[in-house]
């Protein structure tokens, strides 16, 4: 029997050694995520016959020796955001409902042929737009730690799914906090990599100057392992990075004596809940304890992220998402005319979200109004970006809560759309910065029993920094391994 809260990299060296083979390891995550998804709604759209074929390819090449990679037959899951050949791809929208790409995007075509079977495709926040889950157009997946909370979003499915044990790992993307968000509010491990490690080619576009493909996983290691798989120069993205890609595991068990790790002085007191600064505030003095030296550090734009992302990402969106027009992709509303057909589609096809982002950035975006709201949001996005090149003089890593609340209950944001954009409020400067950023889980919240995480920031293309603290401090918590680290679920 394959314990399906083993992580990937441990399941790689039982295949290796021929303990467990890949179509025991992958039809063990079908059956786990099976029993669970009455109560998580992760899936949209599964596809086990075909995890299970891949598999069985998987384990005939390691007969021959021929293994495409150590985690050739390990089965991942993707947020419904990439597109996938053959299997439809709604990117959480009706819009896009009966919708079938005729291609893969880059992450999974990479993923593909480092033999990963792929699971299925796990919903989201329509287009992306959301932190709990409850945009998407197809139901909204919950919470594995309580089903009558959020599982954090945008990226909901793959979050409650690996979090459930129902996949070792899994694709998710994170524009303003969409995978350390719900990866923090789940207990998993969520990494926002610098903006252009990975490519954006075949990834539905939310706000394009922000959209960063981003892992899950229920370890650093494995989470750094998925990443490997995926980036490097991508030609049909001209914003990914051409530089050749370290190797992110070369060194992550190097420990954290004498780094330098800053604690934002704007995020202590007011702000986040009582337990979510216990467990942040015990976080700092046992990364201090492996070795770091914690400095207090200013960020005074930090403050201004929000109302900065509020503008540039729907200011994108308004953009990206003019070409859902009924007559290239998805639904079609019925019609006489191509300007009622348009514009019925339109109303029909986006939910309520969506459409206030599409007229927020257009409104921002329209003549007299431009310089003074999406203008101002790029002179404050290049404060964040001059604030963190200072911090980075005294500091190697930066600290501070993921989420400012554990996971909330259903319905309990969806009245008051500003509270929900302040859960996005430690996660939001990074993806402005185009920095990287990780969320790492620091235990249990004394208030409410919920899984609460800790962010580590690094600046643009120091991942391994980042890796090696968060691996360093997770190995010596030792949560995740324990039964704690395991929803009742
Ligand atoms: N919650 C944020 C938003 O609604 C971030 C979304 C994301 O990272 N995709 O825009």
């Not at 139901?139 to 309580?146: I, Q």
Request: proline share 6%; charged share 25%.
């Amino acid at each position: 029997m394959v314990d399906t809260w083993t992580p990937a990299a441990e399941l790689g060296h039982a295949m290796a050694s021929g303990d467990a083979s890949a179509e025991e390891i992958t039809t063990a995550f079908i059956e786990r995520g099976q029993a669970v998804e009455e109560g998580i709604h992760a899936y949209l759209a599964p596809t086990f016959e075909r995890a299970v074929d891949e598999a069985r390819a998987a384990d005939d090449r390691r007969t021959r020796g021929e293994a495409l990679s150590a985690v050739d037959g390990i089965p991942l899951a993707f947020k419904d955001v990439f597109v996938t050949k053959g299997v439809p791809s709604t990117s959480g929208s009706r819009i896009l409902d009966g919708w079938v790409p005729p291609y893969d995007a880059t992450v999974v075509a990479r993923c593909s042929e480092a033999g990963l079977p792929m699971l299925g495709k796990l919903d989201m926040d329509e287009f992306a737009m959301g932190s709990s889950g409850e945009n998407s157009g197809f139901g909204g997946a919950r919470n594995p730690w309580d089903a009558e909370r959020v599982p954090g979003g945008s990226s909901s499915g793959p979050a409650a799914l690996v979090a459930a044990g129902g996949a070792p790992w899994a694709w998710g993307t994170d524009t303003g906090g969409s995978v350390r968000q719900p990866a923090a509010l789940c207990g998993i491990v969520g990494v926002k990599p610098t903006y252009g490690l990975v490519s954006r080619y075949g990834m539905i576009a939310f706000a394009s100057s922000l959209d960063q493909a981003s892992p899950f996983a229920r370890t650093v290691e494995d989470a750094a392992m998925l990443l490997q798989l995926a980036c490097g120069h991508d030609p049909m993205d001209s914003t990914s990075i051409p530089d050749e890609v370290p190797d992110f595991l070369d060194g992550i068990d190097a420990g954290i004596e004498g780094m330098r790790i800053g604690v934002v002085k704007e995020f202590q007191g007011e702000g986040a809940q009582p337990g979510v600064r216990t467990r942040v505030d015990e976080a700092y003095k046992r990364l201090e304890k492996l070795g770091a030296k914690i400095e207090e550090i200013s960020l005074p734009s930090f403050e201004y992220g929000i109302s900065a992302y509020y503008l540039i990402a729907p200011a994108e969106a308004s953009a990206n998402l003019a070409r859902y027009d009924g007559v290239r992709y998805g639904y079609r509303a019925p019609a006489d005319d191509i300007v009622t057909m348009t514009s019925h589609t339109r109303e029909d096809g986006f939910g309520d979200e969506v459409k206030r982002r599409i007229m927020l950035g257009t409104y921002a975006l329209s003549a007299g109004y431009y310089d003074a709201y999406y203008g101002k949001a790029l002179r404050v996005r290049s404060l964040i970006i001059r604030d963190l090149e200072k911090a980075y003089e005294k500091v190697d890593l930066i600290a501070c809560p993921t989420s400012p609340t554990t996971a909330f209950k259903v319905g309990e944001r969806t009245a008051d759309p500003l509270a929900m954009y302040l859960s996005d409020i430690y996660t939001v400067p990074v993806n402005l910065a185009g920095n990287a950023g990780i969320s790492v889980p620091c235990g249990l919240s004394p208030d409410d029993g919920l899984p609460v995480g800790l962010q580590l920031i690094a600046k643009a293309l120091d991942e391994r920094t980042m890796f090696r603290a968060a691996h360093a401090f997770e190995r010596d918590f030792g949560w995740i391994s324990s039964a704690e680290g395991r929803p009742p679920l």
